[in-house]
């Protein structure tokens, strides 16, 4: 099963089996809105708290890139997750609703700062042909890991929300533990001053293909967050129960475990952007599939649809991007990629829900369509350009 990884350096299968350590103590943030209700906190007061959850996932991979490169993978790991594991002590012991939001704000903020220098330090400890195996195989280790937690989170909250937060936080700490004596430190590049172009995303912005692939992957991103964010409102609206979203859930995650090694292998032959292509609009059309269904058989087609895509898009997006970046600006690369993630699931949370609500679920479901399958041809459209761009940087 896992011949489709086999010959990644051991960096990789460290931060593989410490990314599931830590996942599986991804069980306070499906379940914040049953703890806000415990300690009295509803409506307009809860959806501060979920919206400065939601801003430090914009926050802390800005931050996390330049750490990056500037203080070193390592360290930038370490602070995130530390800082996240402090502050979900704090979340809990937090008197008022303002100073849950600030929590809420801080956990997200210092663990999204951990992805840019996990991807950073997987495009280092691997060359080009291997990264996008390398990010497929951490991406199979945060969906082990997010499967198995949401198995657990249900019976562990029945016996206590403090059981969460410390699930949650000595998951962090033991994947802390895990940096600190097992990853090295890679051997830093030329500095950023050396190549004149500062400490900050300028790198970045300069990059006009860069620029061009963001929101081109930004938009599929937000297609795909519609899955977490639009699907348990129809599935609500279609008069079923919320186990039938967790079914749905649960499909999902079986299928993504059960395919993800097997279609790596089986795809690597051809063009990565190709793939992502053809992916894409597999998510597209079941993401809308989901406007059409209303039975728990409608549900499963269109989950299982989606499923499929998201196995054979993983890992490609952040190898682009890691293939993309000179060796110095890694972690700002991965940083910018990391924040155009946590846009796109922002922008579900906000935009997606509100044409949900006002403009009808058909024009979100159409809007999702037409947006996939658009990116994906844009995505096609740019292959040449990022191969020559590719084997460019690459020989450099």
Known sequence: ?????????????????????????????????????SRGVTGTEASYVLGALGAGNLLGPAVGGV????????????????????????????????TMAAAALLISAAGSTVSPAAYALLADAVDGDSRRRAYALFGWGVNIGTAVAGILGG???????????????????????????????????????????????????????????LPVFGVQLFVYSLTEVALPLAVHDSGLS??????????????????????????????????QSAGSVLIAVGVALTGIADTVAGYTLSVVVWSLGEVVVAGIAAAVFANLAPSHARGRYQGAFSWTWGL?????LTLGVAAYTTLGPAALWWTALVAGTVTAALTLALTTRVARRTDHTLAA
């Open 242 to 275: 919320p186990a039938v979203y967790g079914a749905m859930a649960a499909v999902n995650a079986v299928l993504v475990v059960a395919l993800q090694p097997f279609t790596t292998g089986l795809l690597a032959r051809f063009p990565q952007l190709a793939v």
């Open 1 to 37: 099963m896992l011949s489709s990884f086999r010959g990644l350096p051991s960096v990789v299968w460290t931060i593989f089996a410490g990314t599931i350590v830590n996942r599986l103590g991804y069980l306070v943030t499906p379940f914040l809105v049953f703890f806000l209700a």
């Open 155 to 213: 019976y562990l909250a029945a016996l206590g929300y403090w059981i969460l937060f410390a699930v949650d936080a000595g998951s962090m700490l033991l994947f802390a533990l895990v940096v600190a004596l097992r990853l090295p430190e890679p051997e830093r590049a030329a500095g950023p001053a050396a190549a004149g172009d500062g400490l900050g995303y300028g790198v970045v912005l300069r990059d006009r293909l860069a620029l061009l692939l």
């Open 344 to 348: 796109a699931r922002f922008a579900a």
């Open 67 to 98: 750490l990056a490169d500037r203080i070193g993978r390592r360290p930038t790991m370490l602070i995130g997750l530390v800082g996240a594991a402090a502050a979900q002590g704090t979340l809990f012991l937090a008197p008022g609703v303002w």
